[in-house]
């Protein structure tokens, strides 16, 4: 694996690959490594010739400056781990580099970034995200983008990102890697303490909670809200709602036939977390299907 710190020696390096017609995939990552990430770049080996991690925490996306100088970096241990799961190329700049003096433009995506996270966070967090993202899809050029289903409204963004601007890149969503409870891999959670941990796992038990009450065959919406709430008790609820996975709108009253997307938010001490569950709803609720919903949902418990 090579270490690469400055565009210009980035695109110097990718050059033959690109002359040879090889594929290349890119990983953008904030660092701190754990299996989701690596299950990412694991899935960018098995796809492409080259791969691509990006290592770059990026200011514009953090509202507050304490959570920003508080993200856990340990550039050793990512180097280490990004090698052993077949990165060719690690790409670390430093802030300088991708925002040098006098930088002054934006990438914006509006709509979907509006919603949940964006009012919680407000939509700079997004255009934080879109404009590092469609910088390194100009600086990389990669044929393939591999993003995590663990933040759900990050990769909604991503494609209408990718769509609207033409960028020439497929965009794939691998599944959310979990710790044995269920709570999702996230570099946030070595900040939680033991018994925040505990508390944690909260979130998986409430998008579980959803997908059996759908799977069992309820279709009232505040009746499945209201089971999944009642996970989460013990854990400061910024949200827990069900959504149209392209457009991130509230299902109506009913839920209908086809796919939701069960979104929730939480504090757990001083770390805020987020998870999601995508939910494919039989459009009736007959008794095998809603039985083979359910093997659905616990395949996909165990799997995602
Ligand atoms: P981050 O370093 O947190 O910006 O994450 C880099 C990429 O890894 C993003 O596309 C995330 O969605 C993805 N990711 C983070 N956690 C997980 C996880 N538990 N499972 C799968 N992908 C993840």
């Known amino acids: 694996m090579k270490l690469v710190h400055t565009v210009a020696d980035l695109r110097s390096a990718l050059r033959p690959a690109r002359r040879t017609e090889q594929t290349i995939g890119l990983v ?5 490594l754990h299996d989701g990430h690596l299950s990412l770049i694991r899935r960018a080996r098995e796809q492409c010739d080259v791969v691509v991690m990006s290592l770059f925490v990026n200011p514009s996306q953090f509202n507050e400056l304490a959570d920003l100088e508080s993200y856990p970096r340990d550039h050793r241990r990512d180097a280490d781990l990004a090698a052993g799961a077949g990165v060719d190329y690690l790409f670390a700049p430093g802030v300088e580099e991708i925002y040098p003096p006098g930088f002054a433009s934006k990438v914006s995506v509006e709509g979907v970034t509006e919603p949940l996270e964006g009012e919680d966070r407000g939509t700079a967090h997004f255009d934080g995200v879109t404009t590092v993202v469609a910088k390194l899809f100009n600086i990389v050029q990669p044929d393939v983008t591999y993003f995590g289903q663990k933040d759900a409204q990050q990769a909604i963004v991503i494609r209408r990102l990718g769509r609207d601007l ?3 890149v497929r965009i794939e969503v691998c599944p959310t890697v979990r710790e044995p409870d269920g709570l ?3 570099s946030r959670n070595a900040r939680l303490s033991r018994s925040d ?9 409430a998008l579980l909670a959803a997908a ?13 809200l209201a089971a999944a709430r009642g996970q989460l008790r013990d854990v400061e609820l910024d949200y827990f709602e069900l959504v149209n996975p392209d457009t991130l709108a509230p299902v109506g009253e009913r839920i209908e036939g ?3 997307l069960a979104v929730v938010a939480a504090r757990v001490g001083a770390t805020r977390l987020i998870d999601n569950q995508p939910i494919h709803v039989p459009s009736t609720s007959g008794g095998d299907q809603a039985g083979s919903a ?7 418990s165990a799997r995602c």
């Not at 941990?197 to 038990?205: E, G, I, M, P, T």
């Open 294 to 300: 359910k093997q659905e949902v616990l395949h996909c």
């Open 184 to 186: 999702a891999m996230s």
């Open 166 to 168: 033409d960028f020439p």
């Open 28 to 32: 953008p990552t904030m660092g701190a």
């Open 258 to 260: 086809g796919d939701v």
């Open 197 to 205: 941990r505990r508390r944690a796992a909260a979130l998986h038990r």
């Open 212 to 224: 059996e009450e759908i799977a069992s065959g309820q279709r009232d919406t505040a009746a499945v």
